[in-house]
C-alpha cells in the first residue's frame, strides 16, 4: 500500500511548482482517505518510509539522485530534507522523477526496503517504484532472493533487470523489453487482486534516460468501489509538467489548475515530454 509520483518537469516548473507539487504528496501520504477506505478506517498514512530517484540535465549533462529512508515522509525532518532537495532541483533544465511513499502490513520495514530499489540490467540501470503485490514466493526463487529478508517490490525489481538483461543488446530495444518484463511479471507473478502501479526510470548509457509508468491491477473491474478508487492511477499535464501518479494525490490534494486523466487499467506507459505513449496493453 504505497502512494507514487512518476514523470517528467522542465526547468520552469521546476523552479516555480515543484516544491509545492512535492508538499502535495506528502500530504497525500500524510492523510489518505482512499487507504482508511481500502483497510476500514484501521490506517490512513503512508509512514512506512519514502525515497526518490531522478535524472536532471543541465547544459546536456546528465546527474542522477536516488535517496530513501524508513522515516515518514510527512516527518520533520523528511519535510525539511525534500524542501532543500526540490530547491535545488530547480536548477537543472528537465528532470525525470520518481517519488514513493510506504505502507505495509507484514512486509520487512527499514531504509533498505524503502522504495525506489536500484537495479543493474545489461547496458544500464534501473530505478524502480511498486504500490501492489506480487507472489514473492514464487519469484523470489526465480532470482535467489530470501522472501523473509527482501520485499515482493524489490523482487519484482529484480526480476525485471534479469528480464531486460536477457533482452536488451542495444539501448534501441529497451521500449520492447520493458513491455516484455512487464507482461512476464504480470502474467506470470501477479495473482488476482495483485497489483503492477509502478514507475520505472532507466538509464541506458550517454544521455539515454526514460521514465515508464503502468497501471496494472488483475482483475480491476472485479475490485470493489474501495478497491478501484485506490488503485486508479492519474495522468496530470501541463505546460512543462507531464506527470502520472495515484488517485489521492490528484482527488484531493493537487491543485495545478491543469488537464487530469483517469488512465485506462491494464497498461504499460512510457512518459515522454508532452505525452505518454501506450507500449503494451494486457
Known amino acids: 500500500m504505497c502512494r507514487v509520483l512518476i514523470g517528467w518537469v522542465s526547468g520552469e516548473f521546476a523552479r516555480t ?6 508538499e502535495s504528496f506528502i500530504e497525500s501520504s500524510r492523510k489518505d482517505p482512499y487507504l482508511a477506505e481500502i483497510t476500514r478506517g484501521r490506517r490512513e498514512s503512508h509512514d512506512d518510509g519514502w525515497g526518490l530517484a531522478v535524472a536532471g540535465f543541465k547544459g546536456g549533462v546528465l546527474t ?3 535517496e530513501k529512508t524508513a522515516s515518514p515522509i510527512f516527518g520533520g525532518v523528511s519535510r525539511e530534507l525534500l524542501r532543500v532537495f526540490t530547491g535545488k532541483l530547480g536548477r537543472y533544465e528537465e528532470l525525470y522523477l520518481l517519488i514513493h511513499s510506504r505502507a505495509t ?6 531504509t533498505s526496503n524503502a522504495h525506489p530499489y536500484e537495479v543493474e540490467f545489461r547496458l544500464g540501470r534501473a530505478w524502480f517504484v511498486h504500490n501492489g503485490s506480487i507472489d514473492k514466493l514464487r519469484a523470489s526463487r526465480e532470482v535467489g532472493m ?3 529478508l527482501h520485499v515482493d517490490s524489490h523482487v519484482a525489481a529484480a526480476l525485471i533487470a534479469r528480464y531486460l538483461s536477457g533482452c536488451v543488446t542495444a539501448c534501441e530495444d529497451l521500449d520492447q523489453c520493458v513491455s516484455t518484463a512487464y507482461e512476464r511479471l504480470y502474467n506470470e507473478y501477479a495473482r488476482e487482486g495483485d497489483a503492477l502501479i509502478t514507475g520505472l ?5 550517454g544521455s539515454d534516460v526514460r521514465l515508464y509508468a503502468t497501471s496494472l491491477v488483475k482483475g480491476f473491474e472485479g475490485l470493489d468501489s474501495a478497491g478501484r478508487n485506490y488503485y486508479s492511477v492519474y495522468r ?5 509538467f507531464n506527470l502520472v501518479s495515484s488517485s489521492t494525490l490528484v482527488d484531493y490534494y493537487v491543485k495545478l489548475g491543469s488537464f487530469s486523466k483517469s488512465l485506462q487499467q491494464q497498461k504499460v506507459l512510457k ?3 508532452d505525452s505518454v ?3 503494451l496493453s494486457v
Open 17 to 22: 511548482e515543484l516544491s509545492s507539487l512535492v
Open 64 to 66: 542522477v539522485f536516488h
Open 105 to 110: 502490513v507484514t512486509e520487512p520495514l527499514g
Open 146 to 148: 530470501d522472501p523473509h
Open 201 to 205: 526510470l532507466t538509464y541506458c548509457g
Open 236 to 240: 496530470i499535464w501541463g505546460d512543462g
Open 271 to 273: 512518459i515522454e515530454r
Open 277 to 279: 505513449k501506450t507500449l
